[in-house]
């Protein structure tokens, strides 16, 4: 955890310690303390339930624009791998006809070593 992150985690919940406390401690009526507790409970319960409610409202808003998204960056994505695939392709076929082309030659140039070594010269 950054030190920023920690000493703001620190301040959260040294503060809701203390809020805790002055309520506990501040001279009401248990009757009354009980009620404040309660309400201070719900007032956060209910807060929680909203920031809930719109981060799930924001996520289901984004997977139903992800078809949509996918779509528009799908012919983009098609291109790049087909250019990438064709590239390789002729990458490939260069090397191939330049590897054949160096077998040929090399089994061309054995060929005339033994035929000429299996003349004999006449004199």
Known sequence: MSRATSTTVGVLVG???GAIA???LA???GEEMRSDLM????DRE???AERIRQAGASMAS???QMP????QKAPELIERAKSRFQRGAE???HMMESATEKVAESMEKGSEQEHSSQQVPIT
């Open 39 to 42: 309400q201070w409970t719900r």
């Open 46 to 48: 209910h807060k929680a």
């Open 62 to 64: 984004n997977l139903r």
């Open 15 to 17: 503060g809701a310690v």
């Open 68 to 71: 949509s998204k996918v779509s």
């Open 27 to 29: 001279p009401k009526r």
């Open 22 to 24: 002055a309520l506990l």
């Open 91 to 93: 990458e490939s076929a």
